[in-house]
């Protein structure tokens, strides 16, 4: 049922080691048959290679934590606009519609997870690491399926006045 309330919110702890919730949700996400803590390895290597890098590098517009790279990486990824279809009069139209802070999260997520999967060949913690750097960077396959999502809502435009 959609838009049934949960306490979803309220029982997520933050994690272990940076007390983070959002940090938490995502190691949810990345999470598969319920290994909680192979989950948690992969992002934890992952935020310490994001680490090590930062230390070589001494890119002064990017945050000098890996934790605020995450943050960073997040905020960048989320899109604004969505298009949703609907149907008007036998014909289906992509309509152009605002979406909301929690599904905004998800979707980011769900990019990163799928770019750091789609590219084969190295461990999962590294193929994240580079995402989530990238991703800060405003770079990288997460940063251009946002950017593809905001080019067709804004191609479609002139469907605007049918969101429901």
């Excluded at 590098?57 to 605020?68: G, H, W, Y």
């Amino acid at each position: 049922m959609a838009g049934r309330i949960t306490k979803a919110d309220k029982q997520l702890r933050p994690d272990p080691k940076f007390q983070n919730t959002t940090l938490a949700r995502f190691i949810n996400c990345v999470m598969k048959d319920g290994k909680k803590s192979v989950a948690e390895r992969v992002v934890y290597d992952a935020l310490d290679r994001i680490a090590d890098r930062l230390e070589k590098d001494k890119n002064q517009d990017l945050p000098r934590s890996a934790i605020e790279i995450f943050e960073r990486a997040i905020n960048n990824v989320r899109p604004q606009v969505e298009v949703r279809s609907k149907r008007v009069g036998g014909a289906n139209y992509q309509v152009p519609v605002q979406v909301n802070r929690k599904r905004q999260q998800s979707l980011a997520f769900r990019w990163i997870l799928e770019a750091s999967r789609g590219e084969k060949g190295k461990p999962m913690c590294d193929r994240l690491a580079r995402e989530l750097y990238d991703a800060a960077k405003g770079e990288g396959k997460a940063m251009t399926t946002r950017e593809n999502t905001h080019r067709m809502a804004d191609a479609n435009k002139a469907f605007a006045h049918f969101a429901f």
